[in-house]
């Protein structure tokens, strides 16, 4: 005979003192376990996969280069993995600087993707490819990724 009363979820066996357990009760409450526990494991909206695990564990990577003042340069990205995208941002200055005397803006910032970038900075698998303008670039704005004595931060992600 099986158990007077049964758990909420599983409806697993719970005997009271006149009950009978019987072998098939056990055998069948251990196949209700397995199941339960086999299908939640093999969720995958729920549970992550090793891939996913290790991306979000090694999820960025962060340097700094120094600017060297030529007009363009690539930077190799050492992470360890392919960055999808990044941040570039020159260290203790803003990320924009208006002249308005000479009505010039000069731009310490950007945001670097595989699919696209801002204007000054690119990601191509694991090369940074910075500029550094001598002239204006659309209107009346410099591109400044690569500025003589200036020290860059770079945050990439998987």
């Given at each position: ?28 409450d251990n196949v209700i376990i397995d199941n339960a ?38 930077i190799t990205v050492e992470s360890g993995f392919e ?76």
């Open positions: 005979m099986s158990s007077t009363n049964k758990t909420y979820h599983l409806r697993l066996n719970r005997w009271i003192g006149s009950d009978v357990p019987q072998m098939s009760d056990f055998n069948d526990v086999g299908t939640h494991i093999a969720n995958s909206l729920i549970h992550i996969t090793d891939e996913e695990r290790n991306k979000w564990n090694n999820g960025y990577y962060m340097f700094m280069y120094y600017g060297n003042g030529s007009g363009n340069r690539d960055p999808t995208w990044g941040i570039v941002f020159a260290m203790n200055l803003v990320a924009s600087v208006t002249d308005f005397d000479n009505a010039s803006d000069y731009n310490y910032f950007a945001i670097v993707t595989k699919s696209g970038s801002m204007t000054g900075a690119s990601l191509s698998g694991n090369t940074l490819s910075v500029q550094q303008s001598a002239v204006r670039v659309h209107g009346d704005e410099y591109k400044n990724f690569n500025e003589v004595g200036v020290t860059y931060v770079c945050i990439m992600f998987a």
